[in-house]
Every structure is written in structure tokens, then in C-alpha cells.
């Protein structure tokens, strides 16, 4: 089984900055696309960025310019840096990785963390 750990959310004034960090651990083989969704009260879970396991990255067109997805392959990391936040920021960021957890088998398996609260204040 594979588990993904998130921290680094919290609460900031509108125009600060927050890191988000996200571990994956567990019978991994490889992980190929990482990503940050997030889910605002009311709203449907979209995503914010992405990453493959090359380092190509997408972004919603709302947080291009002020967010930064990475990682650390060695690390089974996934890393995003939020500036210049803004009350429509605020939600539940949610950490996803599509791993491969046999060596024989090229299936990838879907995994999410269980959440952390951002909350921007105005």
C-alpha cells in the first residue's frame, strides 16, 4: 500500500506565502505524475498543478505565476510553493500520485493524501 502525507498548509493574509509538501511512502516501484488538487466548500475538486516524473508541469490558468509545483524523485516528494495568495485560494489542497507498485506490471494505481487546510485571510 502506498500512503502520501501532506503538511504545510495553514493560515496567511491575503498577498503571503504558504509551502506545501507531500511524502509518499509504502510498496512503490515508481511514481509517475504528481499533483495538488484542491476543494473549496461547495465546490468540486480541481487541479491546481501537476507533474510528471521529468519535471514537465501544468497549471490552472487561476495560479499560473504564483505557484510552483517540484519535486524530489529520490525523496518521493511533491512540493508546491503558493505566493501572492489570495482569499480564493482558500481550500482543502489534496496531494495525488499515480504509482506503479509491482515491478512486472506496468499498471498505475491512483493515491491521495488526506488533505490540508489553506486558508487565506483578506
Known amino acids: 500500500q502506498v500512503q502520501l502525507v501532506e503538511s504545510g498548509g495553514g493560515l496567511v493574509q491575503a498577498g503571503g506565502s504558504l509551502r506545501l509538501s507531500c511524502a509518499a511512502s509504502?510498496?512503490?516501484?515508481?511514481?509517475?505524475?504528481m499533483g495538488w488538487h484542491r476543494q473549496a466548500p461547495g465546490k468540486q475538486r480541481e487541479l491546481v498543478a501537476g507533474?510528471?516524473?521529468?519535471?514537465?508541469?501544468n497549471y490552472t490558468d487561476s495560479v499560473k505565476g504564483r505557484f510552483t509545483i517540484s519535486r524530489d524523485n529520490a525523496k518521493n516528494t511533491v512540493y508546491l510553493q503558493m505566493n501572492s495568495l489570495k482569499p480564493e485560494d482558500t481550500a482543502v489542497y489534496y496531494c495525488?500520485?499515480?504509482?506503479?507498485?509491482?515491478?512486472?506490471?506496468?499498471?498505475?494505481?491512483?493515491?491521495w493524501g488526506q488533505g490540508t487546510q489553506v486558508t487565506v485571510s483578506s
Open positions: 509504502g510498496r512503490i516501484f515508481s511514481i509517475n505524475a
Open positions: 507533474i510528471t516524473s521529468g519535471g514537465s508541469t
Open positions: 495525488n500520485a499515480n504509482a506503479k507498485i509491482y515491478w512486472w506490471s506496468s499498471k498505475e494505481y491512483d493515491y
